[in-house]
């Protein structure tokens, strides 16, 4: 089954834009080779083009989403007149659609002759990423700017348009006279003035005492601005107090690193596959926001929880936690940072990021890294973000202000068709990525997979932590235990972990009002054709998946990929209810002779919803029982099997945070990898096949509790 067919009109018209190229033929894939100037040139100018479409795509749809929907309101102009304004704004939308459509007529007589091999490359955008990303910045702790601390902010400059930065002052009864001095004008917005700082490059203004969210004041950088210092005096906790904050570019507080932070895109050209199946399907060009193939080295599967915290460990430390001080139960025991590697940048994004031992540990490296000038950044989701996490969090940003923390929301626009009164309590950032950038590119490292920051990720029991208050009680009462079995990749490829790093960075700035994330490569199909892709080697390729944004590309790649298998399609998810879609194209391969293995989970207890759960994986089983279909329960007490893999054939792998259930294609932010590699399909089947050994056989329909599967029909989409 091939499913090209289904995809929306704007990848449609980029697909059909890059398959314009003629290409030449020439040798196989061992390695990546550069595009020649002529070929960056013209993969600049689509890129362009196709960037300044999407940004008035983007902008369209933010134009048609914020047009309210009367509930049905007295006034019938009031319902006629929101009407006609949403029909025009949708009206506008599909007219950049068909823009895009008409890239192609015009590239016709420019784009020829691009390279026919497997290449890869770098192309610098020129200019930021369109958009507007708005930040905040507490003054929490005072201590925190003295002057001999020699405090910095990162702010996007150079990376995102436009930037807005509200400054709130939280301190206890201090009025904070305040200078800020940049090289380039800039704008301030202070409450209560008659007149604001316009396009200057020097302002004297008091940050006052916070009362209500109005007093805030707003400081608004023009694209040139590129360093600023804010200092400020005033009597703080009782004491004459000066403090003093630089504001800098990751471009230039890094140099090292500076390429993570710069915009840019990858120009891909992808070699024909004359055989069908996974290596066809691996160099496919119709997803818009997935990197371009590269060979990874130093790659190894992380199935042990303790290996994989210790990898965390490792990567911040630069060596491991000894045995006694796991045992110790103790996050705050001596550590020895002799090893300590230089690091420029930590990057995180993990569905929770708890107050708990793990998240003690990994709390104490980040800091002490900040305090020696890296840039952090991390995303969690809010709606799993309880007191005593934000609580962390939030001291970490009040002591290190080159900590930065975005705590996820969808924004609820009430658009039809992009979700509804619910949605902001549930729509999460899924995608789980810790990535640490060294002075020294041999010391970077890029982990992901399906673990969250949670010690239920990492110990069978739960760490003994009473005499840390601050830090989750598990087993008491609003703090379920559950262990959880998951599965992770580490790679200290230099190549992959920036690929990684660029593509995090993406989501990081993206634009507040629209969410829309940049696309990550243009990848053309190139006219050289090869009979298979190598398999004794690590290709790897990243995808990022923001279903509300991306017409819900994930869902019909995750159909094509199903429908490349020609032997075995091997699937775990903890979660399983696919879409119809994915649903059709597990039924379709087993039904021309493809061997489906599925294993999940009908026990969910210890889960956040484990209520509702276990029903919805019922109904997803019984989707898709059907004959050459092999499902299997795990059956360990009190475990939840958590590891989201897909393997096709004995040649691909997927891993990543991407559940088979209808959220992970509609709701949540996701990202993966994909492995074409047979040893390492080898090794993580294997360790599937321990899994079903731990399991047992589901033969028959499973019954669904009947008011359980009546809210399932309700809120049908939700999980």
């Given at each position: 089954?091939?499913?090209?067919?289904?995809?929306?009109?704007?990848?449609?018209?980029?697909?059909?834009?890059?398959?314009?190229?003629?290409?030449?033929?020439?040798?196989?894939?061992?390695?990546?080779?550069?595009?020649?100037?002529?070929?960056?040139?013209?993969?600049?100018?689509?890129?362009?083009?196709?960037?300044?479409?999407?940004?008035?795509?983007?902008?369209?749809?933010?134009?048609?989403?914020?047009?309210?929907?009367?509930?049905?309101?007295?006034?019938?102009?009031?319902?006629?007149?929101?009407?006609?304004?949403?029909?025009?704004?949708?009206?506008?939308?599909?007219?950049?659609?068909?823009?895009?459509?008409?890239v192609q007529d015009l590239a016709k007589d420019k784009l020829k002759?691009?390279?026919?091999?497997?290449?890869?490359?770098?192309?610098?955008?020129?200019?930021?990423?369109?958009?507007?990303?708005?930040?905040?910045?507490?003054?929490?702790?005072?201590?925190?700017?003295?002057?001999?601390?020699?405090?910095?902010?990162?702010?996007?400059?150079?990376?995102?348009?436009?930037?807005?930065?509200?400054?709130?002052?939280?301190?206890?009864?201090?009025?904070?006279?305040?200078?800020?001095?940049?090289?380039?004008?800039?704008?301030?917005?202070?409450?209560?003035?008659?007149?604001?700082?316009?396009?200057?490059?020097?302002?004297?203004?008091?940050?006052?005492?916070?009362?209500?969210?109005?007093?805030?004041?707003?400081?608004?950088?023009?694209?040139?601005?590129?360093?600023?210092?804010?200092?400020?005096?005033?009597?703080?906790?009782g004491q004459n107090s000066e403090g003093f904050l630089r504001f800098?570019?990751?471009?230039?507080?890094?140099?090292?690193?500076?390429?993570?932070?710069?915009?840019?895109?990858?120009?891909?050209?992808?070699?024909?596959?004359?055989?069908?199946?996974?290596?066809?399907?691996?160099?496919?060009?119709?997803?818009?926001?997935?990197?371009?193939?590269?060979?990874?080295?130093?790659?190894?599967?992380?199935?042990?929880?303790?290996?994989?915290?210790?990898?965390?460990?490792?990567?911040?430390?630069?060596?491991?936690?000894?045995?006694?001080?796991?045992?110790?139960?103790?996050?705050?025991?001596?550590?020895?940072?002799?090893?300590?590697?230089?690091?420029?940048?930590?990057?995180?994004?993990?569905?929770?990021?708890?107050?708990?031992?793990?998240?003690?540990?990994?709390?104490?490296?980040?800091?002490?890294?900040?305090?020696?000038?890296?840039?952090?950044?991390?995303?969690v989701t809010e709606v799993l973000t309880f007191e005593k996490d934000?609580?962390?969090?939030?001291?970490?940003?009040?002591?290190?202000?080159?900590?930065?923390?975005?705590?996820?929301?969808?924004?609820?626009?009430?658009?039809?068709?992009?979700?509804?009164?619910?949605?902001?309590?549930?729509?999460?950032?899924?995608?789980?990525?810790?990535?640490?950038?060294?002075?020294?590119?041999?010391?970077?490292?890029?982990?992901?997979?399906?673990?969250?920051?949670?010690?239920?990720?990492?110990?069978?029991?739960?760490?003994?932590?009473?005499?840390?208050?601050?830090?989750?009680?598990?087993?008491?009462?609003?703090?379920?235990?559950?262990?959880?079995?998951?599965?992770?990749?580490?790679?200290?490829?230099?190549?992959?972990?920036?690929?990684?790093?660029?593509?995090?960075?993406?989501?990081?700035?993206?634009?507040?009002?629209?969410?829309?994330?940049?696309?990550?490569?243009?990848?053309?199909?190139?006219?050289?054709?090869?009979?298979?892709?190598?398999?004794?080697?690590?290709?790897?390729?990243?995808?990022?998946?923001?279903?509300?944004?991306?017409?819900?590309?994930?869902?019909?790649?995750?159909?094509?990929?199903?429908?490349?298998?020609?032997?075995?399609?091997?699937?775990?998810?903890?979660?399983?209810?696919?879409?119809?879609?994915?649903?059709?194209?597990?039924?379709?391969?087993?039904?021309?002779?493809?061997?489906?293995?599925?294993?999940?989970?009908?026990?969910?207890?210890?889960?956040?919803?484990?209520?509702?759960?276990?029903?919805?994986?019922?109904?997803?089983?019984?989707?898709?029982?059907?004959?050459?279909?092999?499902?299997?329960?795990?059956?360990?007490?009190?475990?939840?099997?958590?590891?989201?893999?897909?393997?096709?054939?004995?040649?691909?792998?997927?891993?990543?945070?991407?559940?088979?259930?209808?959220?992970?294609?509609?709701?949540?932010?996701?990202?993966?990898?994909?492995?074409?590699?047979?040893?390492?399909?080898?090794?993580?089947?294997?360790?599937?096949?321990?899994?079903?050994?731990?399991?047992?056989?589901?033969?028959?329909?499973?019954?669904?509790?009947?008011?359980?599967?009546?809210?399932?029909?309700?809120?049908?989409?939700?999980?």
């Amino acid at each position: 089954m091939t499913i090209f067919r289904r995809w929306p009109p704007l990848v449609i018209a980029v697909t059909s834009l890059v398959a314009l190229f003629s290409c030449t033929s020439s040798q196989p894939n061992r390695e990546i080779a550069s595009l020649s100037t002529d070929s960056v040139d013209e993969l600049h100018k689509i890129f362009r083009v196709v960037f300044d479409a999407d940004e008035a795509r983007n902008l369209a749809q933010v134009a048609y989403e914020s047009i309210p929907i009367a509930p049905n309101p007295s006034s019938k102009s009031y319902v006629d007149n929101n009407a006609l304004k949403r029909a025009r704004a949708l009206a506008v939308f599909n007219s950049k659609n068909a823009y895009l459509k008409q890239v192609q007529d015009l590239a016709k007589d420019k784009l020829k002759n691009f390279p026919g091999s497997l290449g890869k490359t770098i192309i610098d955008l020129q200019r930021p990423y369109p958009g507007t990303l708005r930040e905040t910045l507490s003054l929490r702790k005072f201590e925190s700017f003295s002057k001999s601390k020699n405090a910095f902010y990162i702010f996007p400059m150079g990376e995102i348009a436009n930037y807005e930065l509200t400054i709130h002052n939280s301190l206890n009864k201090a009025n904070l006279k305040s200078v800020l001095t940049c090289n380039a004008p800039f704008d301030l917005i202070i409450p209560g003035m008659a007149s604001n700082h316009k396009s200057t490059l020097q302002a004297e203004f008091t940050i006052k005492e916070r009362f209500l969210a109005g007093e805030d004041i707003k400081f608004i950088p023009t694209a040139k601005v590129t360093r600023c210092d804010l200092q400020m005096i005033g009597k703080v906790n009782g004491q004459n107090s000066e403090g003093f904050l630089r504001f800098v570019r990751a471009l230039e507080h890094v140099p090292s690193s500076a390429w993570a932070f710069k915009p840019s895109f990858e120009g891909c050209s992808l070699p024909q596959i004359s055989n069908e199946g996974p290596s066809k399907f691996f160099l496919s060009s119709g997803y818009r926001n997935m990197t371009c193939p590269l060979q990874a080295s130093e790659f190894d599967p992380l199935p042990d929880p303790i290996e994989a915290i210790q990898s965390k460990v490792e990567a911040l430390l630069g060596q491991r936690l000894s045995d006694s001080f796991i045992r110790a139960n103790n996050p705050y025991a001596k550590l020895d940072y002799s090893k300590m590697p230089q690091l420029d940048a930590i990057l995180i994004s993990s569905l929770v990021f708890r107050s708990d031992y793990h998240g003690a540990i990994l709390r104490r490296l980040i800091e002490e890294h900040a305090r020696r000038g890296a840039v952090v950044r991390i995303i969690v989701t809010e709606v799993l973000t309880f007191e005593k996490d934000r609580a962390a969090l939030e001291e970490m940003e009040a002591a290190y202000p080159n900590i930065r923390v975005q705590i996820y929301r969808w924004k609820n626009v009430l658009a039809a068709g992009d979700g509804g009164v619910l949605d902001p309590l549930h729509r999460t950032m899924h995608h789980k990525l810790f990535i640490v950038l060294a002075k020294d590119p041999a010391k970077n490292v890029a982990i992901m997979g399906g673990r969250n920051i949670h010690d239920g990720f990492a110990f069978s029991d739960a760490p003994d932590t009473k005499k840390f208050p601050h830090l989750a009680a598990y087993g008491t009462k609003g703090e379920p235990w559950s262990p959880w079995r998951d599965f992770e990749v580490r790679s200290r490829s230099p190549e992959l972990v920036s690929t990684l790093a660029r593509h995090w960075n993406k989501f990081w700035i993206r634009d507040s009002e629209s969410m829309a994330v940049p696309n990550a490569s243009i990848a053309v199909p190139a006219a050289a054709t090869h009979d298979t892709l190598h398999t004794d080697e690590n290709w790897v390729r990243h995808f990022l998946s923001i279903p509300f944004k991306d017409d819900k590309q994930l869902e019909l790649y995750y159909a094509d990929l199903l429908s490349s298998a020609r032997k075995s399609i091997v699937i775990t998810s903890p979660y399983f209810r696919p879409t119809p879609i994915l649903g059709e194209a597990i039924r379709e391969a087993a039904a021309r002779g493809v061997k489906v293995t599925i294993v999940t989970r009908l026990d969910l207890t210890g889960d956040v919803a484990d209520f509702i759960l276990g029903e919805v994986n019922k109904k997803g089983i019984n989707s898709v029982l059907v004959e050459n279909t092999e499902i299997f329960q795990y059956m360990v007490p009190n475990e939840i099997l958590h590891t989201k893999l897909i393997l096709i054939d004995e040649t691909l792998s997927v891993v990543g945070s991407v559940n088979l259930n209808k959220r992970s294609f509609i709701h949540d932010t996701e990202s993966g990898l994909l492995i074409h590699n047979k040893e390492f399909n080898k090794q993580t089947r294997e360790m599937i096949e321990g899994f079903i050994k731990l399991s047992s056989p589901v033969t028959e329909t499973q019954k669904v509790v009947f008011w359980k599967g009546a809210l399932l029909g309700i809120l049908d989409d939700k999980f």
